[in-house]
Every structure is written in structure tokens, then in C-alpha cells.
């Protein structure tokens, strides 16, 4: 079965920079749509970005243009660039994946990893 291994995350002041990576171990991420959620303390989880397995990728609108989901075949790695962090981009963030042909887009995740932390402040 697929895992999920998310790492990067850290405390940053307003205005910097992360790069989350999770690493996809037991299986090969091109099988995978692969995407990053984030949950803030006595909030819903909610969904940040998705790589879907026709190649797009999907944003929800507050991190449009500041993040930049992407992935790395060779090194089975999915990745979140962070840029312009904000004190209300501070949440625990996972790492999802979904079995997916490459003409298929998804919005439910079977696989989840644990989380890392990113906190933002002002």
C-alpha cells in the first residue's frame, strides 16, 4: 500500500518562503493524482492544490498565484512551493493521493500522510 511522507514544514515570518515535499513510498507517483490540504486549529480540513494525472493542477483561490504544486517523477517526490506566506496560511498541512489514469482529474483521496506543521506570523 501507498504512504505518504510529507516534510518541510517550519515557522516562517510573513512574507517568506516554504517548500513542503512528500515523498511517495511503495508505489511509482505517476499512478497518482497527488494533491495538499491543510487543516487550521477548530477548522475543516480544506483542500490547498491538486497535480491531477492529465498533467493540471488546481489551486483554492487564496493561495492562486503564491503556491505552486509540482512533482518530480524520478525522484517519486510531490512538492509544495510556498511563497508570500501569510499569518492565515498557518495550518498542518498533508499530502493526499488518489489512483489516477493520466486523462483523470479527482477530488477524493484515498491516501493520506500525517502532516507538517507550517506557522506563519505577523
Known amino acids: 500500500q501507498v504512504q505518504l511522507q510529507e516534510s518541510g514544514g517550519g515557522s516562517v515570518q510573513s512574507g517568506g518562503s516554504l517548500r513542503l515535499s512528500c515523498a511517495v513510498v511503495g508505489d511509482t507517483i505517476n499512478r497518482y493524482c497527488v494533491g495538499w490540504f491543510r487543516q487550521a486549529p477548530d477548522e475543516d480540513r480544506v483542500h490547498v492544490a491538486t497535480s491531477h494525472g492529465d498533467g493540471a493542477a488546481d489551486y483554492r483561490p487564496s493561495v492562486k498565484g503564491r503556491f505552486t504544486v509540482s512533482r518530480d517523477n524520478a525522484k517519486n517526490t510531490l512538492y509544495l512551493q510556498m511563497t508570500y506566506l501569510r499569518p492565515e496560511d498557518t495550518a498542518m498541512y498533508y499530502c493526499?493521493?488518489?489512483?489516477?489514469?493520466?486523462?483523470?482529474?479527482?477530488?477524493?483521496?484515498?491516501?493520506w500522510g500525517r502532516g507538517t506543521q507550517v506557522t506563519v506570523s505577523s
Open positions: 493526499a493521493a488518489e489512483e489516477c489514469t493520466p486523462n483523470m482529474q479527482t477530488t477524493v483521496f484515498d491516501y
